[in-house]
């Protein structure tokens, strides 16, 4: 039988890549143009809004949480005759980004308003969609805001987009687009993905559309199921003579002693930062950090350690558990005893050194 290391490695190794997701997402900007709105109860609205407004438009919301309010799309008319052409033109750019021009695409509906608050990050997700929905269309109204991003998740897949990278967001809009139910765990086309705007400096406008398909409804796309591929290994594994006992896999990034004060206990962090790029923050691990499981790793690491629990839930025998570790050596589970000693047996142990994810059959 080929080595365990060598068949599980790579199934871990593009688990933690995050390769095999679908395009679920894509993003462009919307330039040289505004909608010029008209909200019942409070006139015309003009982007970037104005502070003054600012109490009068939530007023007139619905407060979704997590600093974010709606106004529902009967209270909401665009003025701006030519708005749904570069609505149409967007649409047809998502045909030929995520490949769905077979089904031709069509906004349902008027859209509704989402106002975001300044410096705080609004979590949101569309939950339950009509079934013929495929998914949403967001466009951002022109704002005054410095950095920002906007987050998109389906299941285990995370994309990100820069804002502030799609044109002069004080005169331009910019446009999302998100497939409903995109990736496997988010049933057919019921759900969408959750989608987080993350701070910026102003308040933030947002046109929301559900979008439908004209002519044929797209396949569902599927992410592949590397989780069948680690069950069969370990159906192999718990009936193979001469099989490891145990296999360690390590984590990215590794952990890293950091001196402590005499008679301190010494403490474990990553030696590579958690945060970097978008966040354009810096963290680490500490032993402390672990204790939390897979809420506490990195996205890497805990799409790897969430593929081989996600096969214990199909029916592979394995033991699986979290250990931070200064050093990797050979050791030996015996049946009647639960101490560990280290020996020479055929363990395998692989990856950086450092932290590890340990499979015990």
């Not at 300044?118 to 939950?127: F, K, R, T």
């Not at 308040?203 to 590397?226: F, K």
């Not at 192999?236 to 890293?256: D, H, R």
Request: glycine share 10%.
């Amino acid at each position: 039988m080929a080595s365990i290391k060598q068949r599980l490695q790579p199934l871990l190794r593009e688990a933690a890549a995050g390769q095999g997701c679908p395009p679920f997402c894509c993003s462009a900007a919307l330039q040289r143009t505004t909608a010029e709105l008209e909200v019942a109860g409070l006139g015309r609205l003009k982007a970037p809004l104005e502070e003054s407004l600012l109490e009068q438009l939530q007023g007139l919301g619905e407060p979704l949480g997590a600093h974010c309010w709606r106004l529902n799309g009967s209270k909401v008319v665009i003025l701006n005759k030519r708005w749904q052409d570069k609505v149409d033109s967007a649409l047809g750019a998502v045909q030929v980004l995520l490949d769905l021009r077979r089904a031709g695409l069509a906004v349902q509906g008027p859209p509704s308003l989402l106002l975001h608050e300044a410096g705080h990050a609004s979590q949101l997700c569309e939950g339950q969609l009509p079934p013929d929905v495929v998914g949403c269309l967001a466009i951002m109204l022109p704002s005054s805001y410095q950095e920002g991003q906007l987050e998109v998740s389906a299941a285990e897949c995370t994309e990100w987009i820069d804002l502030g990278a799609k044109g002069r967001n004080a005169k331009s809009c910019c446009w999302a687009f998100f497939r409903a139910g995109a990736c496997r765990g988010l049933h057919s086309s019921a759900a969408g993905c959750a989608h987080t705007l993350h701070p910026a400096t102003e308040h933030r406008l947002c046109l929301l559309y559900h979008v439908v398909a004209t002519r044929q409804q797209p396949e569902p796309l599927l992410r592949p199921e590397p989780e069948e591929a680690v069950v069969e290994v370990a159906r192999e594994w718990v009936g193979a003579e001469g099989a490891p006992p145990l296999l360690c896999y390590v984590l990215e990034g590794g952990l890293q002693e950091t001196p402590q004060k005499p008679g301190s206990e010494s403490s474990y962090k990553y030696r590579q930062a958690l945060l970097d790029g978008l966040h354009g923050a810096t963290a680490g691990y500490t032993a402390k950090t672990l204790q939390r499981g897979l809420d506490g790793l990195r996205p890497e690491d805990r799409r790897a350690a969430q593929l081989v629990l996600d096969a214990c839930g199909r029916g592979a025998e394995l033991d699986v558990c979290l250990a931070a570790v200064k050093r990797t050596v050979r050791i030996r589970f015996t049946e009647h005893d639960e101490d560990v000693s280290q020996s020479d047996s055929d363990s395998e142990f692989y990856g950086p050194d450092a932290e590890d994810m340990v499979i015990d059959k």
